[in-house]
T-cell receptor
């Protein structure tokens, strides 16, 4: 199946700093999604992107659907301690049945107070 | 937002026994549910697509006779790990589709001793 390359794998940042992470694929996606997962919990949707070039914000989070449809980034501004967690990108391929998603390997974010 | 629950949240079983994990959509009906497996510090790997009233669709490399999926109603899918072995120890997460979005359950931590 499709592979997603997500980077960086992990980040250590100071509270208040901005964060950026991205995902790339070798093929196009129709939908890009960004999730956050806390330890021992299921992923929670942060932002969904449905059109190439789309830029969407959710509070301090901003994500963009790359115009080539092969990449997406997530920015977090002014990070706070509760931003700690693992962030996953996920994509839905054209023609994928039943909304099947492919996940990136995750970016583990640590925020130093 | 939509709520998906899983039961149990944690289970420890002996090698050779079978374990059933339930996934419920609490406030909506889901014709399609997904089962994922997640190893520590790894991404979510789709195991199978569970369709209400029909057989599940398994991803390549997932043994359908070992991981039995039953989607008996529009709000319940079950995953049974048969003859469990220590290598089946993992975090199992389900999701349910509502309109265009997947909503994830909180996960079930399975430990096989």
């Amino acid at each position: 199946g499709q592979q997603l390359n997500q980077s960086p794998q992990s980040m250590f940042i100071q509270e208040g700093e901005d964060v950026s992470m991205n995902c790339t694929s070798s093929s196009i996606f129709n939908t890009w999604l960004w999730y956050k997962q806390d330890p021992g919990e299921g992923p929670v949707l942060l932002i969904a992107l449905y059109k190439a070039g789309e830029l969407t914000s959710n509070g301090r989070l901003t994500a963009q659907f790359g115009i080539t449809r092969k990449d997406s980034f997530l920015n977090i501004s002014a990070s706070i301690p509760s931003d700690v967690g693992i962030y996953f990108c996920a994509g839905q391929e054209p023609g994928a049945g039943s909304y099947q998603l492919t996940f990136g390997k995750g970016t583990k974010l640590s925020v130093i107070p | 937002g939509a709520v998906v629950s899983q039961h149990p949240s944690r289970v420890i079983c002996k090698s050779g026994t079978s374990v059933k994990i339930e996934c419920r959509s609490l406030d909506f009906q889901a014709t399609t549910m997904f089962w994922y497996r997640q190893f520590p510090k790894k991404s979510l790997m789709l195991m199978a697509t569970s369709n209400e009233g029909s057989k599940a669709t398994y991803e390549q490399g997932v043994e359908k006779d070992k991981f039995l999926i039953n989607h008996a109603s529009l709000t319940l899918s079950t995953l049974t790990v048969t003859s469990a072995h220590p290598e089946d120890s993992s975090f199992y997460i389900c999701s349910a589709t509502r309109e265009d979005e997947q909503y994830f359950g909180p996960g079930t931590r399975l430990t096989v001793t």
